[in-house]
Structure formats: C-alpha cells, structure tokens
C-alpha cells in the first residue's frame, strides 16, 4: 500500500470530481446533485495512490474543513455549491456509438428486453469502452460490455441527454441498437441413468427347463474335485501295495 495523502490533497480531489468533473469519473449527479458516498469511494479508490480511502478518510476531510465544501445527507454527498448538477442537455443527437457494461447474470435478460435501468434511476452509457468497463466494475468484477449504435437509436425514437462530456443518459435501449459478445451455451442436461434394480429372470415356457450356468459351474467343479481325491486315494494304496512286496 503507498503512503497516504493528506486530508487537504483528498479533500482537492473530492472537489474536483464533485464539483467539476463527475463523468470523467464514471459519476453521474441526482438532480440535487448528489451521488451515493460509496460510489464516490469506489470512484476515488480507482485512482493510481488512492486505493487506501475508505469512509474515514471522507469524514475527515469534512470534519477539518473550515468552510464546509461538502453536503452529506443519508449517505450521499455533493459539493455546497455546484452548478453542475443540473447541467443537463435534453433530447441531444447522440454520438455514433456508444457503450454501456452490465452484469453476466443479466446479460442473457437484457439481450431479450433491451438495455433498462436495473437498479439505477436512467441508463448511464459512457463515450468510450474503457470508461464504460470502468463503471461497470463497480458492479461486477467482470462486466459485458455492450456498444450502442445510438444514431440509429435515436434516429428510432429513443431520446438522449447529456452530463458533461463524457456521460450520455436514456431511458431505454430497444433490443436491435446493441450488440455484445454471443450469449454462452447451455449444458444440455443429460437423461438420468435408470437404477439398476434386482434382475427378473423371465419365467421359462411350459415343456422346457432353464439352464443355471453358475450352478453347473459349480457342481463341474465339485466332481472334478472329488475325482481328484479318488486318483490320490489310489496312487496312495499302490505305493502300499508296492512297499508291502519289497518287505517279503
């Protein structure tokens, strides 16, 4: 972990994300200009230095603050006194493309419904792929990127405003003004095994016997054993036989 900054160069930053440039983070203001406290976290926690901040760290810089540049209420923050927030240009003609990120457990539902809110107030789609990952992260460690032809979209009905420079926001993007990655195959489920079960032996027709293998098996060998002890029981009276010669 690098050394930490001081509140005052914290408190810099938190004022130049909230109060001048939101989208360059990802942020996109409520109309009062608010952003979630733990959105702002993540925003600051992205930054090359300053992965250490936590909530800490912003109650801090509030606290030693003579001048009070910050609003929190319910956990949601904003800069005292900020124009941008309501800084929105409606019904704009959009760029050519662009790109939105959504989680892969919604991937397979957005590729039926098209691009909706899905928690957030309006759908936030971002100038360029790598700023549209980035808040996408923020949701999911691996988001779907999606680019949105939205010439076409807003040629179709669907209207577009503006925050800042970077940030475009829409209610809605039909399915047909986007495309992704293929959607992944699913597993066909394979039948289930039948168990397996005592066999039935089939009832053999009247006239006729059924053969056990398994016990002509065992009665074979029973009577090649009981040959083999008949052979010894000879070969053991002829050697008697032989030695009672000898003796007279």
């Not at 990802?26 to 979630?36: A, I, T």
């Not at 801090?60 to 941008?84: G, Q, T, Y």
């Not at 949701?139 to 475009?168: C, H, M, N």
């Not at 597993?187 to 053969?211: N, Q, V, Y």
Request: aromatic letters at 8%; a positive charge.
């Amino acid at each position: 972990m690098g050394r930490q900054k001081e509140p005052k160069h914290l408190e810099k930053l938190m004022f130049y994300i909230l109060g001048r440039c939101p989208d360059e983070f990802g942020l996109v203001l409520d109309d009062q200009g608010f952003v979630r406290l733990k959105d702002l976290l993540k925003a600051i926690s992205e930054e090359p230095g300053w992965g250490y901040v936590r909530k800490p760290h912003i109650h801090e810089v509030l606290m030693s603050c003579c001048e009070k540049p910050f609003v929190l209420e319910n956990d949601k923050i904003r800069a005292a006194c900020s124009d941008h927030a309501l800084n929105l240009e409606e019904a704009i003609f959009p760029p050519k493309l662009l790109y939105h990120c959504v989680r892969q457990r919604a991937y397979p539902v957005v590729c039926r419904q098209g691009i909706t809110p899905l928690g957030q107030p309006r759908v936030f789609l971002a100038t360029t792929e790598e700023l549209a990952q980035r808040m996408g992260r923020r949701r999911d460690p691996a988001p779907v990127l999606l680019t949105v032809q939205a010439q076409r979209a807003f040629e179709a009905g669907v209207r577009f405003s503006k925050q800042g420079e970077f940030i475009y926001i829409t209610d809605y993007v039909p399915v047909g003004y986007f495309t992704g990655p293929p959607l992944p195959k699913e597993k066909k489920k394979e039948a289930p095994k039948p168990k397996k079960g005592p066999t039935a032996i089939p009832e053999a027709p009247l006239g006729s016997f059924t053969l056990d293998m398994e016990r002509s098996r065992t009665l074979q060998r029973q009577r090649l054993k009981r040959k083999g002890i008949k052979k010894e029981i000879i070969w053991k009276k002829d050697v008697r036989r032989m030695r009672r010669k000898k003796k007279r």
